[in-house]
């Protein structure tokens, strides 16, 4: 155990003391998990025809961005926009002064969050050093093209931030819409990137006609965008990052609300996807990124254990139903997924055992 790493790390994932910090760390007086709204809101203005003139960083361990690559796959946008994707362990983002080598953190800095591996890394270390804890890199993980970012090299995705404004403190998250020309981030809302890849990529699009966020069912989606946000999408992490027993069982009780009221949703309306019969929208992407991670992640690691999503009748049908689909198929990586809440969080799960669980219901 490399108890320096590991401490400082932990100290910085359980704290919020206005050094650069995680998510993790965003709790209010009471223990209840308080999400920091997201920092960079421009908007895609134009619409653009340019290839890969922006790229799109995630990780598919995480349901926001995975948002963005679902809605990236429905819209055939994969030949027009490229994607990075980020290794799902967190590391130490900050690497002594002129090192290439990614082993040379710097000790002082305590940050842990996404990073891309050196193509010839195999492996990456659990931070608690444990020399069994270490977790394989898939050639997709890698650092991608340095020539397209304003530095030599980006080896965290706190690099990129930094890059575009140094007193920035965190959280470094994901997903991120960058613009390789201005080299700059444009966004890092998930919620509106998803309408700017709807909306604004016309020309690039290879299904263009779909339409995830049509004019006559603006209302319902909104509608149900709040609740499902609040109760579900959000509910889980405010399970799963409460800090007193009183914080989630608030959050535990409003998650099962949100649930049995999905599920009465789909019971009644009897259609295929959340607002239409026919096609899908912005809800159906939004709600199915959590709902996917459920059974494998939520329900041990977030404490969720009160039902599983097999055991709804119809929200199972329902997310088997969009799995089918080859743009969610392909945005679900549950390799990454599980891997990323299980040796993420040193504070959380010191040892990065990753459970068995059984997605095979899915398919
Ligand atoms: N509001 C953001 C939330 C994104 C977010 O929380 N991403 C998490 C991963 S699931 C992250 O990157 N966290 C990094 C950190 O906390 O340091 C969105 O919807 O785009």
């Known amino acids: 155990m490399n108890w320096k790493t590991f401490?400082?790390?932990?100290?910085?994932?359980?704290?919020?003391d206005g050094e650069r910090h995680t998510a993790v760390a965003a709790v209010d007086r009471k223990g209840r998990f308080a999400r920091n709204e997201s920092s960079f809101r421009d908007r895609v203005s134009d619409i653009v025809s340019e290839k890969n003139r922006y790229k799109l960083i995630v990780s598919y361990a995480c349901p926001w961005a995975t948002r963005c690559l679902s809605v990236l796959y429905l819209k055939g946008l994969d030949d027009g926009i490229e994607v990075d994707i980020?290794?799902?362990?967190?590391?130490?983002?900050?690497?002594?002064?002129?090192?290439?080598?990614?082993?040379?953190?710097d000790e002082d800095d305590g940050?842990?969050?996404?990073?891309?591996?050196?193509?010839?890394?195999?492996?990456?270390q659990h931070l608690s050093g444990i020399e069994s804890a270490k977790f394989e890199v898939q050639a997709y993980h890698t650092r991608k093209d340095p020539k397209k970012t304003k530095k030599t090299e980006f080896y965290s995705i706190?690099?990129?931030?930094?890059?575009?404004?140094?007193?920035?403190?965190?959280?470094?998250?994901?997903?991120?819409?960058?613009?390789?020309?201005?080299?700059?981030?444009?966004?890092?809302?998930?919620?509106?990137?998803?309408?700017?890849?709807?909306?604004?990529?016309?020309?690039?699009?290879?299904?263009?006609?779909?339409?995830?966020?049509p004019e006559s069912k603006r209302k319902e989606i909104d509608e149900m965008n709040e609740w499902t946000y609040r109760a579900i999408n959000n509910g889980v992490y405010k399970c799963g990052f409460a800090r007193t027993q009183e914080a989630y069982e608030e959050a535990v009780e409003e998650l099962y609300e949100g649930l049995e009221r999905l599920e009465s949703v789909l019971e009644r309306s009897k259609m295929k996807f959340l607002v239409s019969d026919d096609e899908v929208t912005e809800i159906d992407v939004r709600v199915f990124q959590t709902l996917v991670r459920f059974d494998e992640v939520y329900v041990v690691y977030f404490k969720t254990n009160k039902k599983c999503i097999r055991e709804y009748k119809n929200i199972s049908a329902y997310v088997k139903r969009l799995y089918a689909m080859p743009a969610f198929r392909k945005a679900t990586n549950m390799w990454d997924i599980k891997t990323h809440y299980f040796t993420s969080h040193?504070?959380?799960?010191?040892?990065?055992?990753?459970?068995?669980?059984?997605?095979?219901?899915?398919?």
């Open 86 to 105: 980020v290794h799902p362990t967190w590391q130490k983002t900050r690497r002594k002064r002129g090192k290439e080598d990614e082993e040379d953190t």
């Open 158 to 213: 706190r690099d990129f931030y930094e890059e575009h404004d140094n007193s920035y403190k965190g959280p470094f998250t994901v997903p991120i819409l960058y613009d390789q020309t201005e080299k700059r981030i444009v966004n890092n809302e998930s919620s509106e990137i998803i309408r700017d890849l709807n909306a604004r990529f016309q020309p690039l699009a290879k299904n263009a006609t779909l339409d995830l966020y």
């Open 111 to 124: 940050h842990a969050g996404w990073v891309f591996p050196n193509e010839n890394c195999r492996w990456i």
């Open 7 to 16: 401490e400082s790390v932990r100290h910085i994932q359980m704290t919020n």
């Open 346 to 363: 040193v504070a959380l799960n010191p040892y990065g055992i990753i459970p068995k669980g059984d997605p095979s219901w899915l398919t």
